[in-house]
């Protein structure tokens, strides 16, 4: 097949086809319950001719368009208290612009080992809990409930900055585990905080010119109609349905990067 006039070489119809099945699908499972970096970012990686900071620049310009999209579908629906959402979104964008910042200089297999210890760590207490997440009990409360969202938003921030697959994931469950909310809740929280470390890691990334615009806004668009299907079917079916989802989307990070730590040590 011929390549595109406004796209990339090494992109034909059936590569821009497969890119845009791949945004789809990760606005869907992003929108319920983070993770679609898993599916988006890998495809754009197997792109001919792409370096790695094109496609972490690109996939965070097709993944704000979903998060954007699913935080909005979330609020007006479930009406996520905004009082811990914006202070621990504005922590976290500043985290993803440093971690964009350091993410050429720092090997994404320095991370992978502890990324997957801690990914078997999230699976088997949501496994052997299954009253976790159920229903909102806040912890903490006051300053105390802010200065621990703040620090999962930095963290976790500067992760998806570096390298970013599964950061919907880990925000999902820290602020079931660490701040007590439900599934649901938590779900809708961490759209906001994951729109605001895609802006900070593209606010990085931009001024460089690692961003491929048309490539960026085509998969935007289908990353947008997988984020209004998943988040009105994660409303209309409620926290089992996320939690379940949740520790299959767990299950197959933690086979991914395995395979991945294993493909660069053997």
Avoid: C
Avoid at 84 to 104: D, E, N
């Amino acid at each position: 097949m011929p390549a595109l006039p406004f796209l990339p070489d090494g992109i034909d119809w059936g590569v821009l086809a497969l890119l845009i099945a791949a945004a789809f699908a990760a606005g869907w499972v992003d929108a319920v319950v983070g993770g679609g970096g898993l599916l988006q970012l890998p495809a754009l990686l197997l792109v001919p001719g792409l370096t790695p900071v094109q496609a972490l620049a690109t996939n965070k310009l097709a993944s704000i368009f979903g998060t954007a999209t699913s935080s909005v579908s979330y609020y007006r629906t479930v009406r996520p208290s905004l009082r811990t959402a914006l202070p621990m979104a504005g922590i976290a964008l500043v985290g993803a612009f440093a971690g964009a910042s350091v993410a050429a200089m720092l090997p994404a297999q320095l991370f992978k080992p502890i990324i997957v210890v801690a990914l078997v760590v999230v699976a088997l207490i949501t496994l052997f809990k299954p009253a976790l997440g159920a229903v909102t009990r806040v912890k903490h409360r006051g300053s105390r409930h802010l200065i621990v969202a703040s620090a999962i938003g930095a963290s976790i921030g500067f992760y998806d900055g570096v390298l970013g697959p599964g950061t919907g994931t880990f925000l999902v469950f820290s602020l079931v585990g660490l701040l007590g909310y439900d599934f649901l809740r938590a779900s809708a929280k961490a759209k906001i905080v994951n729109f605001a470390t895609n802006l900070g890691a593209l606010l990085f990334f931009i001024p460089l010119g690692a961003v491929l615009w048309p490539l960026g806004l085509v998969m935007g668009a289908a990353n947008v109609a997988g984020s209004l299907l998943g988040s009105r079917m994660a409303i209309a079916r409620g926290t089992r349905f996320i939690r379940a989802l949740f520790l299959i989307v767990v299950a197959v990070l933690i086979v991914k990067l395995g395979f991945d730590i294993w493909a660069e040590w053997r």
